[in-house]
Each structure stands twice: as structure tokens, then as C-alpha cells.
């Protein structure tokens, strides 16, 4: 998840706001004042105009929320775990625990959302057709709201994963091939085609001299086309490190040295005879921390002779370790976010081994191809 601003629980359901959507929401309100309220309300003051114009925007986002909390709601009925919303510049994404169940239950979590824009749109337009005798502007405001709900009912479907109209998409693929990665993988190519169409039309849009149309139409269809592709591989991690522990994965070809023995004997003896290329570095039965070869090449060749490995290695409190019972996907997550590329085994306060970035690739490679054959 980025990061977001924790906006409060509605029903046990966390609701965040994106940092992205602070921009947007002040670029709406100054549409809403300079626009609409400037348009019926022409007496009003500048600050009449703009208190109203950020209320209009808060009740836009209060029907973004709705949308979000439609399928929240619906995939806690289907037995999903919903951990949380975040509302973006350009909707919301729910952030849902695993994946659902069946291709009915996906299709109805997805295709609720855009249904309650729909329904929000008819009620703004009602609204528009019981004010307007009372008060055109306020009836104005309404109309307003009603199109801009039905606008993000339609882009909402657009069948391009993962929006809700690609996971539409993908639970009716699926359905029919009884094959999830294969209608993820479809879908999520639709939502890259998705994205540059919308990214072509940016640039017509900058090439007529429509700036705001066109950057809004690119930036939407880069983003759609990033979250597109990495869904898709996201997906391909969980499924193929789905049920692993960081125990199984830790590789155990560790060997225990003292922190004043050098680089080179460490090389010679152990790495180049014995492929060993994990060394906690030990005194008194305590860890002081780790060398790995990743550690050795930073190192010149030349100072090898005269260099300890206590000088090479991460201390243990830099060392963000992991217990054995922990999801491989986690760990993976933990690397990605701190930026490293190994992790420690530990438990209760012994090594168990090893797991690098590489070594998880390498196993999500393995188990794709034995996948693959099956
Ligand atoms: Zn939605």
C-alpha cells in the first residue's frame, strides 16, 4: 500500500486518503467555485464560492468513498478479508486480502462499485429535477454531481484490470477457462492497452493545445498502465510463493566464523571449496553480524589478505531478521521496502540461514516452470 493519510474506520473498514488525492481535491474545488457556483451564484463572494466549492468536492468524495465501501462490503459478505480504502486521484482501491473465491463473487465485488455510482448519479439527478423549481443553482450543483457520478460509473468500467470493469472482464474469463492466471494475465494486458490509449489520447489532446485534458488524460493512462502490468505481477509472486515459509526458503549453507579471521581465508576455504556463502560472525556464542558475499565484493581484492571479516560484515542490529514461521511473500515485501536483498533466519536468537532476493526469484522462477508443465 502507499502511503496515505488514515482518514477513520467506517464499519471496521480503514478509509485513507492518498497523498495524490489532496491536489485533486483542490483542483475540483476551484473548478466547483470558478465554474458551476460562479455560473449560478455570480453575487456571491470569492469566499461564498470557494467554501461552497470545497463542500461540493467533499460530497464528490463522499460518493468515491461509497463506491469503495459497495465493494468492501460485498467482498466481507463473500468472506474476503478488507483491510482497507484508499482513495487516489482518480477513484479508490479497496485493498482486499487474497483473492476471491469464485468468478461469481468477483464479478459481483467489482461490478457493485460502478452500479453505485450509477445509482448515485440517478439520485444527484433526481435531486436536480425535485430542486430546480425551488433553486436552479443548487439544482445546478446537483446535475453536476449526477454527471460527474455517471462519468466514473463508465471509466470504472472500462475493461482494463484492474479496474472493476477488467475485473469484470477477468471473472467472466475465468469462468469460461476455469483458469485464473490465465484470465488475470488477459485482463491485465487489456488494462495496459487500456493505458495507452489513454496516454495517445493525452497527447492528441496536448497536440490540439487542450493542456489540462492532456495531462490529465496521460498521467491517468501512465498510472493505469503501471498498476496494470504489476498487478499482473503480483500475482504471479503470491501464487508462486503462496504457502512458503521464510524457514523453507532460507538457505542453510551458513558457516560460523570469528570476527578476526580474514577475508581471504574466508574466500579460499569456504566459498571456493565449499559454495558456502553465508557467515554469521560469531564471538562468545554472540551474533555480531553477517557477511555475505554480496559484503565480500565491495571489498578490493587486494585488501582480502588484511582485511577481518568484522569489517565487511552488517552488524546484526542493521540486520532486519526474520522469524522462520514467516510468509515468504512478506519477507519479499520487507526486502522491497527496505531496499536490501537479504534477509536472516532467526530464531530465538540462532541463524537458521539465508534467503536473498535472488534465491526467491530463482524459486519463483522454478515453481512458474513446474507450473507450466503440469
Ligand atoms: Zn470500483
Known amino acids: 500500500m502507499p502511503s496515505s493519510i488514515k482518514f477513520g474506520k467506517i464499519a471496521g473498514i480503514e478509509v485513507g486518503i492518498d497523498w495524490s488525492w489532496i491536489p485533486i481535491f483542490l483542483v475540483f474545488t476551484y473548478l466547483f467555485a470558478t465554474g458551476t457556483l460562479d455560473h449560478f451564484f455570480p453575487h456571491w463572494s470569492n469566499a461564498a464560492k470557494w467554501t461552497a466549492g470545497a463542500i461540493t468536492s467533499a460530497i464528490f468524495f463522499a460518493s468515491l468513498l461509497a463506491h469503495e465501501l459497495a465493494h468492501s462490503f460485498v467482498a466481507r459478505s463473500k468472506g474476503l478479508d478488507v483491510r482497507g480504502i484508499t482513495l487516489f486521484f482518480f477513484g479508490g482501491v479497496s485493498n482486499l486480502g487474497g483473492e476471491p473465491r469464485s468468478a461469481g463473487d468477483e464479478f459481483v465485488i467489482a461490478v457493485v462499485g460502478p452500479l453505485t455510482s450509477l445509482v448515485m448519479g440517478a439520485v444527484f439527478g433526481l435531486g436536480w429535477v425535485i430542486i430546480h423549481p425551488f433553486s436552479p443553482g443548487v439544482a445546478g450543483v446537483s446535475a453536476q454531481l449526477g454527471v460527474i457520478n455517471a462519468t466514473l460509473a463508465v471509466f470504472n468500467m472500462v475493461p482494463g484490470f484492474p479496474l472493476d470493469g477488467g475485473r469484470v472482464l477477468r471473472s467472466i474469463l475465468w469462468q469460461r477457462t476455469r483458469n485464473l492466471h490465465q484470465a488475470t494475465h488477459i485482463a491485465s494486458m487489456a488494462g495496459e492497452g487500456v493505458g495507452y490509449l ?10 490540439f493545445g487542450s493542456v489540462l485534458n492532456g495531462v490529465y488524460f496521460f498521467i491517468v ?41 580474514s577475508i581471504e581465508n574466508v574466500v579460499d576455504n569456504f566459498v571456493l571449496l565449499h559454495n558456502i556463502r553465508c557467515f554469521p560472525v560469531q564471538s562468545d556464542d554472540r551474533l555480531l553480524g553477517l557477511v555475505t558475499l554480496e559484503d565480500i565484493r565491495h571489498i578490493p581484492r587486494e585488501q582480502w589478505p588484511i582485511t577481518p571479516v568484522e569489517k565487511a560484515m552488517t552488524s546484526f542490529d542493521r540486520l532486519h531478521a526474520v522469524s522462520p514461521d514467516e510468509d515468504l511473500r512478506q519477507v519479499l515485501q520487507l526486502m522491497a521496502r527496505q531496499d536490501i536483498n537479504q534477509v536472516p533466519v532467526v530464531d530465538d536468537g540462532q541463524l537458521i540461514g539465508l534467503i536473498s532476493r535472488s534465491d526467491i526469484l530463482r524459486l519463483i522462477q522454478a515453481r512458474r516452470e513446474l507450473q507450466h508443465d503440469r
Open 198 to 207: 489513454l496516454i495517445g489520447t493525452g497527447i492528441v489532446f496536448l497536440l
Open 221 to 261: 493512462g501512465l498510472f493505469l498502465r503501471g498498476i496494470a502490468a504489476s498487478s499482473y505481477q503480483q500475482m504471479v509472486t503470491d501464487e508462486a510463493l503462496s504457502g512458503l515459509k521464510a524457514g523453507e526458503a532460507a538457505a542453510r549453507n551458513c558457516e560460523v566464523v570469528p570476527p578476526d579471521l
